[in-house]
């Protein structure tokens, strides 16, 4: 049997998660919602439940002007560019960096889980980022079979 290289497992959930974010933010620009407008509001009679004047900041930044989402995005898409590497950052410093990826998976999560379309992406990119810490709590380094698998 072999042994799991978890910082592989991790590059495919955070590919999935990624690619999963940007349609998400696709289509949650044309459909807004922020997902926790229920917290706090109040049932009316026609009208369902409005939200709290609490979170007036977040329909701004999701609903009026998709700013989430669009952040959400960029962020999916640093990460895909980071783990199918572009040819520019292949082998740099960038690329192996599992730090980096571990901070950009938690803004891309944190940024996924306020509008509506991106709780899975939110709940696969933490899953991606808990693989990143087993993996450097074992040590591993990216990029390091490579070097034994080529010539």
Avoid at 38 to 58: A, C
Avoid at 68 to 87: A, K, N
Avoid at 128 to 147: D, F, H, M, P, Q
Wanted: proline share 4%.
């Amino acid at each position: 049997m072999g042994k799991l290289i978890w910082h592989e497992l991790s590059r495919y959930i955070s590919l999935t998660a990624s690619t999963y974010a940007i349609w998400a933010s696709f289509w949650g620009m044309f459909f807004r919602k922020f997902f926790w407008d229920f917290v706090g509001g109040v049932l009316r009679n026609p009208g369902g439940i409005q939200p709290s004047t609490k979170v007036q900041f977040f329909i701004a930044v999701i609903v009026k002007a998709p700013i989430v989402q669009s952040l959400t995005m960029f962020f999916g898409f640093v990460i895909i560019s980071l783990e199918y590497p572009l040819p520019l950052l292949t082998r740099s410093a960038l690329q192996r960096s599992i730090p980096l990826r571990l901070v950009l998976l938690t803004f891309q999560s944190f940024l996924s889980v306020l509008f509506y379309q991106g709780t899975n992406a939110c709940l696969w990119s933490l899953i991606a980022a808990g693989c990143y810490v087993k993996a450097l709590t074992l040590g591993e380094r990216i990029g390091a079979a490579n070097s034994l698998t080529a010539g």
